[in-house]
């Protein structure tokens, strides 16, 4: 698997490319969306399960300076709404975050991962826990096979919408930064 970029609040590197609001392809979408606003409802309808790397607490803040808008939500309150909503919508979902908010998400079950090289927790609700610790793109190719459409609210460049299109399935995702869809629109020609 070729290296493909991430948005990371880790440093001040990343790629800015023209906002855009919404990008639609023949297999998914991708789309701006505040996450304070809940879970898009073109989500929760059409996705069968839902993925999605979180900001963590020191990157929240980061993530919407990046995007030009301010945080409506403090970020205990961000994680436990996005976990109360989760459970609502019933559906089977794998969020990626660090041990500082895993109880506030309060998941059925937990799991480790290794995010962009560096250890993370793996939030699970309908999915079940796995030994060891697995890469998120290994853990995406998974889902792809198991699922048809990947619902990520936190998309950033899209990550797993590509590996979702490289298995022949769908995708619908959304960030809150306008450039990540720019991303997108950029280099979803070369995902297939």
Known sequence: MTEHASHTAL??????FPATNRVEHA??????????????????NGADVFYADVPWAAGYEKFASRAGVAQKLKYRDFVERLGKEIRLAGKPAVIVTGKHAVKHFA??????????????????????????????????????????????????????????????????????????????????????
Not at 27 to 44: N, Q, S, Y
């Open 11 to 16: 440093g001040d590197r990343y790629e800015d």
């Open 27 to 44: 297999l998914g979408v991708a789309f701006v969306h505040d996450l304070a606003d809940g879970i898009p409802e073109e989500m929760v």
């Open 107 to 192: 998941p059925d079950e937990t799991a480790e991962v290794s995010l962009n090289g560096d250890k993370a927790i793996a939030c699970l609700w309908g999915i079940a826990s796995w030994p060891g610790r697995v890469k998120t793109e290994a853990l995406i190719e998974m889902l792809a096979k198991r699922f048809n459409c990947v619902g990520d609210f936190c998309c950033g460049y899209g990550r797993s919408g590509r590996i979702f299109v490289q298995n022949g399935k769908t995708f619908i995702m959304s960030d809150l930064n306008a450039a990540c869809i720019g991303h997108i629109k950029h280099n979803i020609r070369h995902w297939q």
